[in-house]
């Protein structure tokens, strides 16, 4: 969903918003199972467009690194201008070539065959190679990685020729072209001279991949500013579509929407905060898409604290007892679209059934209430953040379930840490939350896994879902849809959460830049697809 001019409803205004959807999902998105292309051939490039001259955009943070090894992939951007990934994710949420020119994935999901270019060099004049990728992807998978997690069933790289290898798995991953994309970090490629001493690929030292831009710290202020250069040896300049790039770091959104208007910035973060004075500005555009879904997570599955939380009526009362509509409204206004499922639209598991399986009605919660032994409800303790607007969902769902008898006892943190504890420290039954739709494979590693932290804090087991989980792990591509939404319906129907609504990614640009398509299923923009039209 766009809208290059959203009219906000006039009590929208009033309310605090909510405002987790950039930092919780700036890594979502689709990824296929599997595929394979066929482009033109290495060296072959099309006419591109007329190249601009300097292009600014913001972020709310600044680089925990510029490399793949430590970049957080929430800011994907510091890395992903000067690394070039073997495949790339691109608009539309296809895969494009990139460093590999070919790929084909292997029945079962367990392999990944890429023939790359031969033309492509790392910014240091080096050739890019089987074996130079091949020690990159080794490094990335290594516990001195940060990101290693991304290739944890990484059981072997076989190197076929100097523009081939084959990456093996130690069992099916649906979502392979995802490793070695720049969707896990680890599929942007860093030169073996960059490996050699991988501790001075700092914010305070040139970058060390192949992409279209160089890292240049002499124009940069770590914390502040970060620029990128063309790279002059990048195989094909015609997707170079700026001279320079800088990423200007402005955590406040005020501040980002201010640097905009007054032409500091040509792209910014946008949120619910700053939307209606976005909307009212004649020279800005506005992008945005529901994506992030944010309610309570049912932690207490097995009533372990609270007795009642174990059996499904009562979490399905909860569900039940909330007016979804009312709250979407009164929070987003016309951005807020309100939810039963954890799967947004355009992403694998959705299903518009599970969007709307628990209409408002605070008389079915009462009386399955009753029916779980409950009629007179029970206190819940539930812990919330003073952060992304979470606190203030929270405050809104209170008297709605204490309308059926359910009190809640709420704890409010007011920072990451605080607030991860009192999700796994078994004290709360019930934890707000907002999080980002992703494939459903990704949803369920993060949601259903025993070992999931912190969003299983009680660390519970069902088999049931777990068997779903197994399934969609080994679902042919003709497969994978079905099993999604089962395992997705499953997670809604045994009310495992209580998701209230989507907040969307929001991004304000200034007229005459283009690339900020955003959509479910690719919900974030990449830096590399901004540019001038034409």
């Keep these: 969903m766009s809208s290059p001019r959203p009219r906000l409803k006039a009590a929208f205004a009033a309310v605090t918003a909510l405002g987790v959807a950039t930092a919780l999902a700036a890594c979502g998105g689709v990824d296929s199972g599997s595929g394979q292309s066929s482009p033109p051939a290495a060296g072959q490039t099309s006419h591109g467009p007329t190249q601009g001259d300097k292009l600014t955009l913001t972020v709310s943070a600044p680089a925990t690194g510029i490399n793949p090894m430590t970049v957080n992939t929430a800011f994907v951007s510091y890395a992903l201008a000067a690394y070039e990934p073997l495949v790339y994710y691109g608009p539309g949420g296809k895969y494009e070539p990139a460093l590999a020119a070919e790929w084909e994935v292997e029945p079962g999901n367990t392999a990944i065959s890429l023939t790359l270019r031969d033309d492509a060099n790392f910014s240091d004049g080096t050739p890019v190679t089987a ?154 555009e506005m992008v945005w898409v529901p994506v992030v879904w944010a309610g309570l997570n049912l932690i207490d599955r097995q009533g372990e604290l609270t007795p009642a939380m174990g059996d499904v009526r009562v979490r399905q009362a909860i569900n039940y007892a909330i007016d979804r509509a009312a709250i979407a409204q009164a929070i987003l206004g016309e951005f807020g679209v309100p939810t039963s499922s954890p799967s947004a639209e355009g992403y694998d598991g959705y299903t518009a059934e599970a969007l709307n399986y628990y209409a408002y009605d605070p008389d079915k919660a009462r009386q399955l209430l009753a029916e779980a032994g409950y009629p007179d409800g029970f206190e819940l303790p539930v812990a919330t953040v003073a952060w992304g607007g979470l606190d203030t969902l929270t405050t809104a769902i209170t008297p709605m379930l204490a309308a059926v008898g359910i009190q809640l006892q709420v704890t409010t943190t007011t920072d990451e840490k605080a607030y991860v504890e009192a999700a796994t420290d078994r004290r709360h039954s019930a934890v707000a939350v907002g999080y980002g739709s992703l494939p459903m494979f990704r949803m369920g590693t993060d949601l259903v896994l025993p070992e999931a932290r912190p969003f299983k804090g009680f660390g519970t087991d069902d088999p049931a879902a777990l068997a779903l989980l197994a399934e969609l792990r080994v679902a042919t591509d003709d497969e994978q849809l079905a099993k999604a939404q089962a395992l997705n319906d499953y997670l809604v129907e045994n009310a495992w959460f209580a998701p209230v609504l989507f907040t969307p990614i929001m991004y304000y640009f200034r007229p005459g830049i283009t690339g900020l398509d955003v959509s479910g299923g690719r919900s974030t923009v990449s830096i590399l697809d901004l540019r001038l039209a034409d």
């Design 131 to 284: 074996e130079a990728v091949k020690a990159s992807l080794e490094y990335c998978a290594s516990d001195q990685s940060r990101n290693a997690l991304a290739l944890a069933d990484l059981e072997e790289i076989e190197v076929t020729g100097e523009h081939s290898l084959t990456l093996r798995l130690s069992q099916p991953y649906p979502l392979i072209m995802s490793l070695v994309s720049q969707q896990r970090a680890c599929g942007m490629i860093v030169s073996p001279k960059g490996l050699e001493d991988i501790e001075n690929l700092t914010v305070d030292q040139p970058s060390a991949g192949a992409g279209r831009y160089v890292y240049d710290p002499a124009q940069s202020i770590s914390g502040d500013t970060y620029t990128y250069t063309a790279n002059p040896g990048y195989y094909d300049p015609s997707k170079q579509y700026f001279k320079s790039l800088v990423i200007k770091v402005i955590a406040e959104s005020q501040s980002s929407l201010n640097a905009l208007v007054t032409g500091q910035v040509d792209v910014a973060n946008g949120d619910i905060s700053t939307a209606q004075q976005a909307a009212g500005e004649p020279d800005i």
